[in-house]
């Protein structure tokens, strides 16, 4: 036991459990527990009521009475004190007085305030050093296997620093906190072969993006300095926020590469802003609809088409600034590869045994299971015009070295915006390709042991003009689904279900200034138990990967302030492992009015346990109202509020795994 204590700003003590909410592997099959509670107990954290906020002014007194009345009730005298409380690199009076009180209490007591420490916003990563400077770390994460150094592990290396860059230069909170983004390098027929470590709902759509490109541009054709753009989901593209990039590669007058990025864009048009109108019946009205198209010719872009872009978006200038930032990533990833090319003998040969030996290690890992067909099925609270269960439904028929993923079963296409088109189903695909074999190289070669099987006109295999830009929960669902079934196949090695939710919230409005605003965040939920232990609280999942966006961005950016993000503790399904724990997340409105997009899940229908365990919790939301009353919000909403009220959102908890130790004894 350390016997560091913690004070932090109230409705901030799990700051360090909760972290960003993304992984460092996207395909671990396994998420678990964060270690800072056993570190960090929660009666070492104290809550400090008292508010700096953005600008750096004062909105509500330290309560200093109350953190000395928590320190006095510590079981036992602390060895050191760590301070962050929010905002405090913008003005350290908080942080400073406590710190003298506590010195003239306890003079020899070790103290680490967070504005010394770490004078950068970030309340998570102000924290973590805050401790980290008292002596108090969490364990290394497992070391990755390691591999040689040989060309796919430099493309691999490319395509993280192409992602690095499209952070680095973009300007939208959703890509620069969010890493809302993905980057990828392509052989000129189309085949994936390193992409970066992010989102895998994302990663997973490039190829049938750029496999839509190429159909109407073949690789042969482009020059150098081209790049092309598309979001339309009937060529490759997933939903319309969602523009995808491509530049070729050129050594000695041909094409021998291809490299792509995806990003979310705040607003692309469409009837309501961030262009994810939960009540859209169909994808006109969901934003500007771009086939693949030529943006750039010689590395100059087409002026009147990023015209005909920005006078399509609400939020013209972001599009513009995000557009520039997903070319310099390419530019930069298009001379390296080229030089990398240059100097690598028989290079594309190197792509092919990397894409070779990944097929190879997917279809051993299906040899080594029984043969059977394994179904699973799951639904969607909804799709957004009415509350009807949406189904969902997988069946896995293995056979030998090869796998049909069949999802003919799942519900007709619907009115609302829950459909995903078959470039988005590719990323739930992808995920169990690559879970497979997590040791190979994540390209496509693991992708050619498994054939996809859809209906036409199903709400995996949409007919134009279906609404689909609430395909995320469809999407996670999915590979949920995907990994339900394979579980059957491995009892003793798969983990229960994750909670299945990843809520996409838009909020917008007008400042008093008549300056529009605009934000959108990712809201993770929890991982399942599994057989080696309870699954993750408050972390993004299977086919998700986004980090969260720090309370201070978003008060910065946003007439709003974070009164809570927390574990929503309990929430969790019962099991001899317990499944992770969902999130509170409370926001409250500043000035004027403003909307409401909700893209939530699991309102009604509990994530499942497995061998035994018990369903993680239903997830809810609801608005506040500064009069009293309390609106409860369905899976998929818009609403309007005002100054004064507040959005409360609840995530799912995951599912337990195995009986839960009381019953297993009775």
């Known amino acids: 036991m350390s016997d560091i204590a913690l004070i932090c700003t109230a409705g901030f003590a799990d700051v360090l459990t909760l972290a960003r909410q993304n992984r460092a592997d996207p395909y671990a099959l396994h998420v678990p527990a964060s270690p800072w509670p056993q570190l960090l107990p929660s ?44 905002f405090a690199q913008r003005n350290p009076a908080h942080e400073q007085a406590l710190a003298q009180r506590i010195a003239l209490l306890w003079p020899d007591l070790p103290v680490a305030c967070s504005h010394a420490v770490r004078a950068r916003d970030g309340e998570y990563e102000r924290a973590l050093a805050t401790v980290q400077a008292l002596g108090l770390h969490a364990p290394a994460s497992a070391a990755e296997p390691a591999r040689d150094d040989g060309l796919p592990q430099q493309l691999e290396a490319l395509a993280d620093r192409m992602q690095q860059r499209l952070v680095q230069d973009a300007v939208s909170s959703v890509v620069r906190e969010a890493m809302d983004c993905a980057a990828a390098v392509f052989l000129p027929d189309g085949r994936l072969v390193a992409q970066a470590r992010t989102l895998p709902l994302l990663l997973g759509s490039l190829s049938p993006a750029v496999a839509g490109l190429l ?31 491509v530049r070729p590669v050129r050594v000695a007058g041909r094409t021998v590469a291809l490299v792509a990025c995806v990003l979310h864009h705040q607003d692309v048009g469409g009837i309501a802003p961030g262009s994810v109108p939960t009540h859209a019946s169909s994808i006109q009205q969901e934003g500007l609809r771009i086939p693949p198209t030529p943006l750039c010719r010689a590395g100059a872009v087409d002026a009147a088409l990023l015209r005909l872009l920005r006078a399509n978006s609400r939020m013209p200038d972001n599009l513009e600034g995000d557009l520039a930032a997903q070319w310099s990533s390419l530019a930069q990833g298009a001379q390296e590869l080229a030089a990398l090319w240059q100097r690598t003998p028989h290079a594309a040969a190197h792509c092919g045994a990397a894409l070779a030996a990944s097929e190879a290690a997917a279809r051993a890992a299906l040899a080594a299971a029984p043969d059977g067909d394994y179904a699973f099925e799951d639904a969607l609270d909804g799709d957004g015009l009415t509350a009807a269960p949406v189904r969902v439904a997988v069946c896995i028929r293995k056979r030998g070295d090869h796998a049909e993923l069949d999802l003919s079963g799942c519900a007709d296409q619907t009115q609302g915006p829950v459909n995903a088109a078959r470039g988005a189903v590719q990323a739930a695909v992808a995920y169990f390709a690559r879970m497979l074999a997590p040791q190979a190289a994540p390209n496509d070669g693991s992708l050619a042991p498994l054939t996809l099987r859809t209906r036409p006109g199903s709400i995996v295999d949409p007919a134009f003009p279906a609404a689909v830009n609430a395909r995320t929960n469809l999407v996670k669902l999915l590979a949920n689904a995907l990994l339900g079934a394979w579980a059957q196949a491995l009892p003793d090695r798969m983990p229960a279900p994750n909670a299945g939710e990843a809520v996409v919230l838009s909020l917008g409005g007008t400042r008093p200034d008549g300056t529009p605003w605009l934000l959108t965040e990712i809201i993770a939920s929890a991982a399942g138990g599994a057989p080696t232990g309870p699954g993750g609280s408050g972390v993004s999942t299977d086919v998700g990967n986004a980090r969260s966006t720090p309370a201070e961005a978003i008060e910065a950016l946003a007439p709003l302030r974070v009164e809570r993000v927390a574990l929503r503790v309990g929430s969790g399904g019962a099991g001899r492992h317990r499944g992770g724990d969902g999130v509170v997340r409370v926001y409250r409105l500043l000035q004027g009015s403003g909307s409401i997009s909700y893209r939530g899940e699991r309102h009604g229908i509990a994530p499942q346990g497995a061998a035994g365990g018990r369903p993680g919790a239903c997830a809810a939301a609801r608005i506040e109202r500064a009069d009293g009353r309390v609106e409860p919000l369905p899976a998929k909403a818009r609403a309007q509020w005002q100054a004064g009220d507040r959005l409360v959102v609840e995530t799912a908890g995951g599912g337990g795994w195995g009986q839960p130790p009381a019953e297993s004894t009775a």
């Open 215 to 245: 159909a109407l541009y073949p690789a042969d054709t482009m020059s150098e300095g081209d790049g092309y753009l598309l979001n339309d989901p009937w060529h490759g593209g997933t939903h319309l926020p969602d523009l995808t990039l």
């Open 43 to 86: 009666d070492w954290r104290i809550e400090a009521r008292g508010r700096i906020d953005a600008t750096g002014a004062e909105v509500e007194p330290l309560d200093m009475a109350g953190v000395l009345n928590a320190l006095a009730a510590l079981p036992r005298p602390p060895a050191g004190i760590g301070i962050c409380l929010l």
